[in-house]
């Protein structure tokens, strides 16, 4: 079981910003902006590249959460950001999207 999965199960705590029937978004314990918040679908798929046609309706909706939680966070200007796989950055393999925003983001990020 990943971290995400037990932060989904209540199983440790996390700073949970918003849930609905399939995501959950909470923040991250090492922001990198003022805003940085983690939205995750509640069903387990590994990473972006593992998903398949099955998973089209959940992958719309983490973005639709994360419209609501940038709404919530009253960000106008921000970024969404995807790492697939350990070469890019995911550390939690479990989906997850990085919502950032609350200051200018510069590019490239990295």
């Given at each position: 079981?990943?971290?995400?999965?037990?932060?989904i199960?209540?199983?440790?705590?996390?700073?949970i910003?918003?849930?609905?029937?399939?995501?959950?978004?909470?923040?991250?314990?090492?922001?990198?902006?003022?805003v940085?918040?983690?939205?995750?679908?509640?069903k387990a798929?590994?990473?972006?590249?593992?998903?398949?046609?099955?998973?089209?309706?959940?992958?719309g909706?983490?973005?639709?959460s994360?419209a609501?939680?940038?709404?919530?966070?009253?960000?106008?200007?921000?970024r969404?950001?995807i790492?697939?796989?350990?070469?890019?950055?995911?550390?939690?393999?479990?989906?997850?999207l990085?919502?950032?925003?609350?200051?200018?983001?510069?590019?490239?990020?990295?």
């Amino acid at each position: 079981m990943t971290l995400f999965e037990k932060i989904i199960a209540r199983q440790i705590p996390a700073d949970i910003v918003y849930e609905d029937a399939d995501t959950i978004a909470f923040r991250d314990i090492s922001p990198r902006a003022p805003v940085h918040v983690l939205v995750c679908p509640k069903k387990a798929i590994p990473k972006l590249s593992d998903s398949d046609d099955g998973d089209t309706e959940t992958l719309g909706k983490l973005l639709r959460s994360v419209a609501r939680v940038a709404l919530a966070a009253g960000l106008t200007d921000y970024r969404v950001i995807i790492n697939n796989g350990a070469g890019a950055g995911q550390s939690v393999f479990h989906l997850h999207l990085h919502l950032m925003g609350g200051r200018t983001l510069t590019w490239p990020p990295g």
